[in-house]
Each structure stands twice: as C-alpha cells, then as structure tokens.
C-alpha cells in the first residue's frame, strides 16, 4: 500500500509559478511510475505530467508541455511538478498518482491513462487569477 499526500498548492496570478510536492509513504518508492493529474471543476480528470521510475523518461500534455517540469528524489520518495507561466486555465485541483511497475506498459499511452495509476493522493488546490 502507498500512501500519497501533495502539498504546495494555492492562489497565484497569471504568469507566476508554484511547485507542487507529493510525499509517499511506500517503503521502496523507487519502482514506481509517478504521474500528476488535474481536475477542474465540472471536468474529468485530465493527465498533466508522469515520470518513469528512474526520471529519465518524462511525459507531459501538450496544454502544459514547455510550463511544467516533473521531477522525482527517490532518496526522500517525492515527486514534484513545478508550475510556471501558469495560466486561469490551470486552475484545478491536481493530484499525484503512482503506478506499480507493468512490463505491458510504456510510452505516453500508458503513462498519460488515469486507470494504469493503482495509487492516488487527496489532491491539492491550484486557483491562478488573471
């Protein structure tokens, strides 16, 4: 079992910047895919970002590809997704996600699917103002 929290969320303007955590509870972090998702209100859940468990593979939705970077320190088992030039759109509610390891599963496809992630956090606010 995993268990997720973010933090780092809150109120910013159009054009500014936050980076969100997401700690982990698992005694071994390091298989794990991580992914981040958002959801707006009235909305699915969208995909955001994902890393593979190393961090040398990285996927990103077009929406945010070029403003947002994820990372991972498997050493203090956190993710992070780092927000800059953040837009009205971006306001939502993100969430962490972690994915066991699956051999079947690579590339965006996998990466970017809400139903691969076995494990989900509690989801931290994003308002951007314009």
């Known amino acids: 079992q995993v268990q997720l929290v973010e933090s780092g969320g809150g109120l910013v303007q159009a054009g500014g910047s936050l980076r969100l955590s997401c700690a982990a509870s698992?005694?071994?972090?390091?298989?794990?895919?991580m992914g981040w998702f958002r959801q707006a209100p009235g909305k699915d859940r969208e995909f955001v970002a994902a890393?593979?468990?190393?961090?040398?593979?990285?996927y990103y939705a077009d929406s945010v590809r070029g403003r947002f970077t994820i990372s991972r320190d498997n050493a203090k088992n956190t993710v992070y997704l780092q927000m800059n030039s953040l837009k009205p759109e971006d306001t939502a509610d993100y969430y962490c996600a972690a994915r066991r390891p699956k051999s079947y599963c690579s590339g965006y496809g996998c990466y970017s699917t809400r139903t691969q992630y076995d494990y989900w956090g509690q989801g931290t606010q994003v308002t951007v103002s314009s």
């Open positions: 698992a005694r071994t972090f390091s298989p794990y895919a």
């Open positions: 890393s593979s468990w190393s961090g040398s593979n990285t």
